[in-house]
T-cell receptor, first 113, second 114 residues
Framework: ETGVTQSPTHLIKTRGQQVTLRCSSQ?????VSWYQQALGQGPQFIFQ???????GRGNFPPRFSGLQFPNYSSELNVNALELDDSALYLC????????????FGQGTRLTVV | TQLLEQSPQFLSIQEGENLTVYCNSS?????LQWYRQEPGEGPVLLVT?????EVKKLKRLTFQFGDARKDSSLHITAAQPGDTGLYLC??????????????FGKGTLLTVNP
């Protein structure tokens, strides 16, 4: 059974560019959530995907978008990058259902310069 | 906006000491989860508490969920340097039978000195 894997682990982008981050969910998990963790803060919920559809969204602008594929892997896309987008982006996979456990990947450290 | 307040924000103690970390909210959650996060890594789940008043023990760690399901505490007995890390509490609220989202506190950065 493989855990949650994210790629790339580190990334440097220039303000205004676009970025795509990838996540492979844990085997058998059908729900993927994305979080942004700024330095010194707790993770902030971006959105969740279930059965390839967005299943809830946090307080993030539309330039943050996502996809989930039939194999439950997921992508996070951010357009028109801003300096404040610099953060650790975490993907978490889980089974659907209330109070199920979420398993996090190691994250992608994005730096916008 | 739901907020989870964690205290203290920073804690530096000597090996062998006991400590308690608190997680408080004005909102009710269906469950509360505690995670530990090490630098450059994602959070790792320690425990999930679901029932008001519930107490769970994990070796030297004791977790308690408040009766009203709005607050929680984590108590560590005889802390060891390996306990060093960022401790995060997260409240879960969902709708339609799905684990909608986790709301995290800012975390407590614990340093245990040998």
């Amino acid at each position: 059974e493989t855990g949650v894997t994210q790629s790339p682990t580190h990334l440097i982008k220039t303000r205004g560019q676009q970025v795509t981050l990838r996540c492979s969910s844990q085997s058998g998990h059908n729900t993927v959530s994305w979080y942004q963790q700024a330095l010194g803060q707790g993770p902030q919920f971006i959105f969740q995907y279930y059965r390839e559809e967005e299943n809830g969204r946090g307080n993030f602008p539309p330039r943050f978008s996502g996809l989930q594929f039939p194999n439950y892997s997921s992508e996070l896309n951010v357009n028109a990058l801003e300096l404040d987008d610099s953060a650790l982006y975490l993907c978490a996979s889980s089974l659907t259902g209330l109070n199920t456990e979420a398993f996090f990947g190691q994250g992608t450290r994005l730096t916008v310069v | 906006t739901q907020l989870l307040e964690q205290s203290p924000q920073f804690l530096s103690i000597q090996e062998g000491e006991n400590l308690t970390v608190y997680c408080n909210s004005s909102s009710v959650f269906s469950s509360l989860q505690w995670y530990r996060q090490e630098p450059g890594e994602g959070p790792v789940l320690l425990v999930t508490v679901v029932t008001g008043g519930e107490v769970k023990k994990l070796k030297r760690l004791t977790f308690q969920f408040g009766d009203a399901r709005k607050d929680s505490s984590l108590h560590i007995t005889a802390a060891q340097p390996g306990d060093t890390g960022l401790y995060l509490c997260a409240g879960a609220r969902g709708s339609g039978g799905s684990n909608y989202k986790l709301t995290f506190g800012k975390g407590t950065l614990l340093t245990v000195n040998p």
